[in-house]
């Protein structure tokens, strides 16, 4: 079945909204759907919704909507939509579920959940990583509701860890002031990844293949780069010699445990998405590496620069 997606609205302001966003907006141009109420072909409507305390990104082509974010609300900011796009964080399964009853109330055809991250469809990274598992409730929920309503489909887009925000935050290990880094394991362990523009063209290749009668219903993998620490390690190496030191990941999961029973949740996120990434508990197979390493080491070598630069390292989609 082609589908027309005329009008597309982006819930959320963040990085990853701003990564769709700068995509869609770039793509307008030359992506021209057939309005089958017109002769011509007619550009995309974008929109993004926010609260009303919230300022949009500058990002050319794009309305600005707000919304309380109740369900009647929200009906109406979906009103002549034909996809939504979530880039809400998935500890509010409330939310993301609210997002869902206000898409079927507005009768919007297509749905693509928050799942810009690591693989929900793995029951061992859901027990091991608790933002997975309210991932996995919200798109067991969307399915249910598609399975009720024949007419509304969704797509899930599973991209890995955020590359830009795992080395500036020092999740995936690099300490881009001292240059030095930690290795987990034998920092071998390879894991899927994108930018923040890679996450928007993963959701551009989806919209076309919609548009084409392909992915509706469907989990995808596509991240932009499958790889490793000591591939990333190579990269900064080239300048001179970091100082590295060595971490088990085991030790990681027994503290972020340790963390959780005493309350201390957003220091514990941190070393169960270290095990996520280093543990070997995901399935690396199955992704995209459509990057390459030449792609990898000028994003890697980008973030770097703009450190030194700016005396930080954004991810340059401001």
């Known amino acids: 079945m082609t589908s027309h997606m005329l009008n597309i609205i982006v819930v959320g302001t963040n990085p990853l909204s701003t990564g769709i966003l700068r995509a869609l907006s770039h793509a307008r141009p030359s992506l021209k759907p057939c309005d089958q109420n017109h002769a011509s072909p007619t550009h995309y409507t974008i929109t993004l919704l926010t609260r009303p305390n919230q300022s949009p990104p500058h990002v ?55 799942e810009f991250s690591y693989d929900t469809q793995s029951a061992k990274i859901c027990d091991a990583f608790p933002p997975c598992a309210a991932r996995a409730e919200v798109l067991n929920y969307l399915r249910q509701k598609s399975q009720e309503n024949e007419k509304f489909r969704w797509t899930g887009i599973a991209t890995g860890c955020l590359l830009e925000n795992g080395l500036v935050e020092g999740l995936l290990g690099f300490d881009l002031v001292w240059k030095s880094a930690t290795m987990y394991g034998d920092g071998e362990e390879e894991f899927p990844c994108s930018t923040l523009d890679g996450v928007g063209r993963a959701v551009l290749d989806v919209l076309k293949g919609l548009e084409e009668g392909r992915y509706e219903r469907e989990y995808l993998y596509r991240s932009e780069f499958v790889t490793s620490q000591n591939e990333i390690l190579l990269i900064p ?55 390459g390493k030449f792609e990898l080491e000028r994003v890697v070598k980008g973030v770097f620069e703009r450190l030194e630069r700016d005396g930080k390292a954004d991810c340059g989609c401001g």
């Open 60 to 114: 050319h082509n794009v309305q600005h909507r707000t919304s309380d974010y109740t369900l009647s609300s929200l009906t109406t900011a979906f009103q002549n939509q034909h996809l939504i796009i979530s880039t809400y964080a998935p500890a509010d399964t409330h939310f993301q579920k609210l997002l869902i009853d206000a898409a079927l109330v507005a009768k919007v055809p297509y749905f693509i959940p928050c």
């Open 237 to 291: 190496e080239k300048g001179g010699k970091w100082d590295v030191g060595r971490a088990e990941v085991e030790e990681c999961l027994r503290e972020g445990e340790r963390r959780m029973e005493k309350g201390f949740f957003e220091g514990a996120m941190v070393l169960l998405e270290r095990n996520v990434l280093f543990g070997g508990i995901g399935d690396s197979e199955r992704w995209g590496n459509n990057g």
